[in-house]
C-alpha cells in the first residue's frame, strides 16, 4: 500500500511562498488522481487542488491564481506552490491519492501564515 509523507510546511509571513512536498512510497505514475486538502482549526477538510493522470486539475476558488500543483512522477513526489499567501490559508495540509477503490492520506503538514 502507497504511503505518503508530507512536507515543507512551516511558518510564514502574509504574501510569502511555500512548497510543500508529498513522497510516496512507490511509483506514482499510475494513480489516477493526486491533490491536496487542507483543514483548518474548528473546520472541515476541503480541497485545495487535485490533479489527475489525464492532465486535469481543479483548484478551489479561494487558492486560484495563487497556487500551482505538479507532480514529478521520477521522483515520486507531488508538489503545492503556494504563493501570495494570507493568513486565512493557515491550515494542515494533507497529501491525497486515489486509485480505483483505495484513497490514501498523509500525515498532514502544518502551514502557519501570519498577518
Partial sequence: QVQLVESGGGLVQAGGSLRLSCAAS????SISAMGWYRQAPGKQRDLVALGTRGGNIDYADSVKGRFTISRDNAKNTLYLQMNSL????TAIYYCY???GPWIRWGQGTQV???S
Fill in 112 to 114: 502557519t501564515v501570519s
Fill in 26 to 29: 512507490e511509483s506514482i505514475f
Fill in 86 to 89: 494570507k493568513p486565512e490559508d
Fill in 97 to 99: 491519492a486515489k486509485q
